[in-house]
Every structure is written in C-alpha cells, then in structure tokens.
C-alpha cells in the first residue's frame, strides 16, 4: 500500500501528457511491463483507467526519461514531447520527491 500512496502524491494525476484526472482515481502502470519490470517507485505512473487502456491495447508505448518525465510513443511511431503534465509532483523526479506516509 505504501508504493500505491507514494505513487499517487508524486504524481497527483494521470500521466498521460494532457490528462487531468486526479491520480486518487487512477490506476497504477508499470513502465516496463511486468513481469520484466520491477513493481517499484521507478517503474510506476498513475493512468487513468482510459489511458491505461490505449496503452494496454492500443500498442502506446512509454519510456521513463532520466528527469522522470514520460515520453510517449503513439501506434504510428508519433513521439510526445516531455512536458510539466507528464512529470511527477511540482516536476521532481522520483529520486528527489519525498513523501512523508503516516500510517
């Protein structure tokens, strides 16, 4: 529960680049498809359960950049590029976003 909770509040919002849906109501991604990517901070985003969709079936990709933006790649090779909306929380990458969790 602690990975889902750090997730949600570094990133506040679906991370589909233009997305507006509050990550409370998003699901959980792995970046790097599990069960080759680890389940953990590095490799997680919120999508809404839309976004999660296209990307699921709809041959999206995305890749994790080393500032934690996300570049998307759409089905016809169209990149996206990175901006505020598919950053983590007030831009900050994973390594530098601290969460502070009160059980």
Do not use: E, Q
């Amino acid at each position: 529960m602690a990975i889902v909770r750090y997730v949600k509040a570094r990133d506040r919002r679906c991370r589909f680049r233009g997305c507006r849906r509050a990550a409370v109501h998003c699901d959980l991604d792995h970046t790097i498809a599990f069960p080759s990517g680890p389940t953990d901070v590095t490799n997680l985003h919120c999508l809404c359960r839309y976004h999660h969709r296209i990307k699921t079936h709809a041959a999206w990709t995305v890749r994790r950049n080393p500032d934690g933006t996300l570049t998307w790649t759409s089905p016809r090779g169209k990149h996206t590029a990175p901006n505020s909306t598919t950053r983590g929380r007030m831009g900050a990458s994973p390594a530098r976003c601290t969460i502070i969790i009160f059980d």
